[in-house]
Structure formats: C-alpha cells, structure tokens
T-cell receptor
Framework: KNEVEQSPQNLTAQEGEFITINCSYSVGISALHWLQQHPGGGIVSLFMLSSGKKKHGRLIATINIQEKHSSLHITASHPRDSAVYICAVAGDGNEKLTFGTGTRLTIIP | SAVISQKPSRDICQRGTSLTIQCQVDSQVTMMFWYRQQPGQSLTLIATANQGSEATYESGFVIDKFPISRPNLTFSTLTVSNMSPEDSSIYLC????????????FGPGTRLTVT
C-alpha cells in the first residue's frame, strides 16, 4: 500500500464546476504539499499545510490531521486549471517528501 | 520564496552519451534535491545535495550513474551518464525553504529523451 494515495486518478469536468481532489496518507507528517504540474513538466507549489485550511484565489486546501486526509478544491474551474495535481507529505523529522501518483484534471470549455 | 531555473529545459540524446543538468537558485539554500519522474509515474528522489559534502543517494541510484556537484549554495548539477532509453524522464531539482526547513520549491524540470 502506498503511503500517499490520491483520488481520483483522472478527473474531467466542465468549465465552472467545483473540483475536489483527495489525498490520504498513512504516516505521521510534519507538512503536506499540494503541487501542480503542467504538461511541460514544471512543478509549482500551491500549498503547504500542517493544519486547518488555506485559500489562494480559487484554490482551497484543507487538512485533517486526525483522519490523515487532505483535500484540494478548485472553485469556478477553468481550462487553464488542467494539469496534474500532486499531493506530497513530509514525514515527522524527515525533510524528504513522499509523493502521491497525482490526479490528472482536465477542464473542458 | 525561491526561484529555480534549470538548463536545459529539454534534450534528446543518443544512447551511451551523458547529459549534465544545471539547477540555479536565486537565493542561498542548504539542501537541494534531485528527482526523476519517469513517464506516467510520480516523482522519485535520486539524491540530496548539500554544499561542501558528497551527495546522499537513495536506494537504486548510484554516484557513477548520476554524479552530482554542489559547488556553492545556489547551484547544483546532475549528470545522467551512459544514458539508455530507460533514462528518458523529467528531471527536477528542488530546494528547501530556509525559514521552515521543509522542501517547498521546485524547478521547471528538464525533459530528457534518450534514443
């Protein structure tokens, strides 16, 4: 079993829809990252969370430490949001990241 | 925040040759990380590079295949040696955030195709 699991693996939605991507992990963590990878390969860090909720523009990330679960939400989705979204966790006392396999999001105009 | 650039952004190389990828950061960082992302896969850590010391390699990766240099606090190189088609991947560097000590910033990646 992977230490970090994401769902769904693939998601296609219409422009304007509310999007939720889920991440579950099985180890104790010091922080959880949500990353965005565009087709060219470059990765952008969207959020780093250790508790609660963060919001940036149309993106919202939440984390429940007790349930070892995080969600990434996108409101009013747009075709430019089409990318692979990756959840990654930094273990307790360990700076190395463990990555989920990613969720491929496609927003159709 | 840190801004990271990588060179080259992409390359097509012949089997048996070597390619050196450069990673430049706009601020001084202690630790730099090199990752490989094979097609359809998630990121896999190759090694951690600290300035002034030898890189620490993860299981399955060896220095002869992936030599790393870290000459100063803003720069590192990863060489992919004696390439084979299996080395076709995206290679990314990342750096830790000095304030939090947690890795956070990623480079744009180098897309390597080996023919």
């Amino acid at each position: 079993k992977n230490e970090v699991e994401q769902s769904p693996q693939n998601l296609t939605a219409q422009e304007g829809e509310f999007i939720t991507i889920n991440c579950s992990y099985s180890v104790g963590i010091s922080a959880l990252h949500w990353l965005q990878q565009h087709p060219g390969g470059g990765i952008v860090s969207l959020f780093m969370l250790s508790s609660g909720k963060k919001k940036h523009g149309r993106l919202i990330a939440t984390i429940n430490i007790q349930e070892k679960h995080s969600s990434l939400h996108i409101t009013a989705s747009h075709p430019r949001d089409s990318a692979v979204y990756i959840c990654a966790v930094a273990g307790d006392g360990n700076e190395k990241l463990t990555f989920g396999t990613g969720t491929r999001l496609t927003i159709i105009p | 925040s840190a801004v990271i650039s990588q060179k080259p952004s992409r390359d097509i190389c012949q089997r048996g040759t070597s390619l050196t990828i450069q990673c430049q950061v706009d601020s001084q960082v202690t630790m730099m990380f090199w990752y490989r992302q094979q097609p359809g896969q998630s990121l896999t850590l190759i090694a951690t590079a600290n300035q002034g010391s030898e890189a620490t390699y993860e299981s399955g990766f060896v220095i002869d295949k992936f030599p790393i240099s870290r000459p100063n606090l803003t720069f590192s190189t990863l060489t992919v040696s004696n390439m084979s088609p299996e080395d076709s991947s995206i290679y990314l560097c990342s750096v830790e955030d000095l304030q939090t000590g947690i890795e956070q910033y990623f480079g744009p990646g180098t897309r390597l195709t080996v023919t």
